[in-house]
Each structure stands twice: as C-alpha cells, then as structure tokens.
C-alpha cells in the first residue's frame, strides 16, 4: 500500500542551526501538509501546499519556516534558524484531493527534531 | 483552542468491552476525521464523517456528529489489546486539519 516517507527519523541540531526536514508524499496525491506535535500535545497544523504554492498557514509558520517541492517526488520543510521550542516530530502528510477520499490526509511516521 | 477537545482524556478498559470517545469542536468544519496514533508513531486515518451525515460505521467502529452541538463520538466495541492507542480527533476544513487533544486508550487484556 503506498505510504508517506519520511527521513530523518530522528535529526539532531544545535540551536540556531538550519535543518531540512524531507517527505515523498503518496504520488498520485496533489495536496501536501506538515504538521508537528510536541511531546505530550496535541498536532498541530503548519501548513498546506497545493499546486506548488502555500494554501494555508498557521499563526506557528513565521518567517523562519519555508516549504519546496524541488522537484516531483519531495517535499521539504525547512527551518531557518532553529530554536529550542522547536524541537518535536514533524508530521509530512498528503491527499488525494479529488473525489470520496479527497479529505483524507495520509501521514508518515515523522521526524523528530531535537534542538540542542 | 480552534478545535477538538476530546474526553475522557484517559480511558482503561478490560478486552471485549467497548470504549467510547467524545469530541467537541468550535468552528465550522467540512468534515470531522478521528485518527489513531501508536506510541511515538504517525497518524492512522479510521474514519471521516462529513458535516451533512449523522452516523457512520466501518467494521468495529462508530462515529456520530451532532453539528448542533458541535460534538462527535467515536464507539469501538469489542475492544482488542492491540486497539491501545491515542484517539484523536480532528475537523476538516478545506486545506487543514485541526486536531484535539486526544484520549489515551489502554485496552487490558
């Protein structure tokens, strides 16, 4: 079954570092998300991407977040300049968009980001 | 919060008794979503009811939607050790999802 991938597991920072968090959503899916969850809360949403602009955005993605589709398979969230409170699992998530299923988001297994 | 607040916060049950989930939510949504989620892992989509549908089933699992009340359950019967998990649900807008803050299901075997 396709799935949402998702590298690193796990990245390590030092504060005030640039980090690129990396996704291949599902490949037939047109709308891609990330979303994070610090320990012991709630997920919360970032951002959505369709038609290679942003859709929407949280109030959390200030100017130190940007998204990319580089090319046809990734998407990446990058973080300018790390802080600690940046530091949880980055969620990557798509969907179709279309049809039955078109809001159903499929998630990957996250990234986890500890910022030192 | 936007959205979703979900009680009990915790719940524990033996295996074979059902388990139920509730959620409350405070904006206008196209859909409400409830997904699961395994320790430290991602998140499993169940079930999605839309805004203009009261109940829905998929194999053990029932989701109601009061838009009223701005409220939904989810029941899942027969529950299994394997279904411990944290529930969440989540209400659907056009580019997002917004999440409650879950309930942390232990089924005791």
């Known amino acids: 079954e396709p799935e949402v991938t998702q590298t690193p597991s796990h990245q390590v920072t030092q504060m005030g570092q640039e980090v690129i968090l990396r996704c291949v959503p599902i490949?037939?899916?047109?709308?891609f998300y990330w979303y994070r969850q610090i320990l012991g809360q709630k997920v919360e949403f970032l951002v959505s991407?369709?038609?290679?602009?942003?859709?929407?955005k949280s109030e959390i993605f200030d100017d130190q977040f940007s998204v990319e589709r580089p090319d046809g398979s990734n998407f990446t969230l990058k973080i300018r300049s790390t802080k600690l409170e940046d530091s949880a699992m980055y969620f990557c998530?798509?969907?179709?968009?279309?049809?039955?299923?078109?809001?159903?988001?499929?998630f990957g297994a996250g990234t986890r980001l500890s910022v030192l | 919060s936007q959205q979703g607040e979900e009680d009990p916060q915790a719940l524990s049950i033996q295996e074979g008794e059902n388990a139920t989930m509730n959620c409350s939510y405070k904006?206008?949504?196209?859909?409400l979503q409830w997904y699961r989620q395994n320790s430290g892992r991602g998140l499993v989509h169940l079930i999605l009811?839309?805004?203009?549908?009261r109940e829905k089933h998929s194999g053990r699992l029932r989701v109601t939607l009061d838009t009223s009340k701005k409220s939904s359950s989810l029941l899942i019967t027969a529950s299994r050790a394997a279904d411990t998990a944290s529930y969440f649900c989540?209400?659907?807008?056009?580019?997002?999802?917004?999440f409650g803050s879950g309930t942390r299901l232990l089924v005791r075997p």
């Open positions: 998530a798509s969907s179709v968009g279309q049809g039955v299923t078109k809001n159903i988001q499929y």
């Open positions: 490949s037939n899916h047109l709308y």
């Open positions: 991407f369709y038609n290679n602009e942003i859709s929407e």
């Open positions: 904006t206008s949504i196209n859909n």
């Open positions: 009811i839309r805004s203009n549908e």
């Open positions: 989540a209400g659907g807008s056009s580019y997002k999802l917004i």
